[in-house]
């Protein structure tokens, strides 16, 4: 696995501060950042050379005016592929997006502009989304004369619930603003997308890794199992993260009284 200096990137960006704070930059302004086949591929090294780098939580953001206006058209136009061939580039898609969700470090998607198609696929795998006024939603599958292939029917369904994303798909129906956020495609609408995103990055990289690998993860594992074994599985992580070396000074603060209480500002 090669360390993340050493990755050959041309469409993304990649930068990583001293408090393990990865940048990770889609970088194909004149396209929208549409998503074409070799910038699924660098997804898939990145997100795979994260955790090993010592990130601790990530930005997921886009040069220009919009985050990612979903698969490059014009690219899967062009190679006409085969059913089998197109395929192959959805399960490239599902790869990416699962390093994502279930790599364990918290990534968090700096939102604006169009987050459409595959770019909202792409955001539906980031732990946090946050808006900005700019930013709109939308599944214009139905009116392509194609259907989601990189996992909107698992997570953004997941989200929205399955009526809406239908919804969306067969009538091009937009999401924005507060009801963006209150249907569940965004967690925060604020001015400023990024300078939140980086907000809530390093507040996460707070917590011991431990504890962010089982919630960047494991929440994702135990929702795909059945209510016993998720019981079950809940209870072997707890076991092994609530008694980490890393929470004892913590837990020590709380029971002298010395931490900081929970509750509203």
């Given at each position: 696995?090669?360390?993340?200096?050493?990755?050959?990137?041309?469409?993304?960006?990649?930068?990583?501060?001293?408090?393990?704070?990865?940048?990770?930059?889609?970088?194909?302004?004149?396209?929208?950042?549409?998503?074409?086949?070799?910038?699924?591929?660098?997804?898939?090294?990145?997100?795979?050379?994260?955790?090993?780098?010592?990130?601790?939580?990530?930005?997921?953001?886009?040069?220009?005016?919009?985050?990612?206006?979903?698969?490059?058209?014009?690219?899967?136009?062009?190679?006409?592929?085969?059913?089998?061939?197109?395929?192959?580039?959805?399960?490239?898609?599902?790869?990416?997006?699962?390093?994502?969700?279930?790599?364990?470090?918290?990534?968090?998607?700096?939102?604006?502009?169009?987050?459409?198609?595959?770019?909202?696929?792409?955001?539906?795998?980031?732990?946090?989304?946050?808006?900005?006024?700019?930013t709109y939603f939308g599944l214009p599958e139905g009116q392509r004369g194609l259907f989601t292939g990189g996992g909107a029917t698992i997570r953004v369904a997941g989200?929205?619930?399955?009526?809406?994303?239908?919804?969306?798909?067969?009538?091009?129906?937009?999401?924005?603003?507060?009801?963006?956020?209150?249907?569940?495609?965004?967690?925060?609408?604020?001015?400023?997308?990024?300078?939140?995103?980086?907000?809530?990055?390093?507040?996460?990289?707070?917590?011991?890794?431990?504890?962010?690998?089982?919630?960047?993860?494991?929440?994702?594992?135990?929702?795909?199992?059945?209510?016993?074994?998720?019981?079950?599985?809940?209870?072997?992580?707890?076991?092994?993260?609530?008694?980490?070396?890393?929470?004892?000074?913590?837990?020590?603060?709380?029971?002298?009284?010395?931490?900081?209480?929970?509750?509203?500002?």
């Amino acid at each position: 696995m090669r360390g993340i200096s050493e990755l050959a990137l041309e469409n993304l960006l990649l930068a990583m501060d001293e408090d393990g704070i990865a940048t990770v930059t889609l970088n194909r302004e004149a396209k929208r950042n549409a998503l074409d086949a070799a910038t699924v591929d660098e997804l898939i090294e990145v997100f795979a050379a994260l955790p090993r780098a010592g990130a601790r939580a990530c930005v997921l953001r886009a040069k220009g005016t919009h985050f990612c206006a979903g698969l490059d058209l014009v690219e899967h136009w062009h190679a006409d592929r085969s059913a089998a061939d197109f395929m192959q580039i959805c399960l490239r898609w599902h790869e990416a997006f699962n390093k994502m969700e279930y790599g364990g470090v918290p990534v968090i998607a700096a939102l604006k502009g169009a987050v459409v198609g595959g770019g909202l696929e792409l955001a539906s795998a980031a732990h946090i989304r946050v808006a900005d006024d700019s930013t709109y939603f939308g599944l214009p599958e139905g009116q392509r004369g194609l259907f989601t292939g990189g996992g909107a029917t698992i997570r953004v369904a997941g989200l929205i619930g399955k009526a809406r994303m239908i919804d969306m798909m067969l009538t091009g129906r937009l999401y924005r603003g507060q009801q963006a956020v209150d249907v569940g495609l965004a967690q925060y609408l604020v001015e400023d997308s990024e300078a939140r995103a980086y907000e809530l990055a390093r507040a996460a990289a707070q917590n011991p890794p431990l504890s962010n690998f089982a919630i960047c993860s494991a929440v994702s594992h135990m929702q795909n199992m059945s209510a016993l074994d998720a019981a079950y599985a809940e209870a072997a992580v707890a076991g092994v993260v609530n008694t980490q070396q890393a929470a004892r000074a913590r837990l020590e603060a709380f029971a002298k009284g010395t931490a900081a209480r929970v509750r509203p500002d």
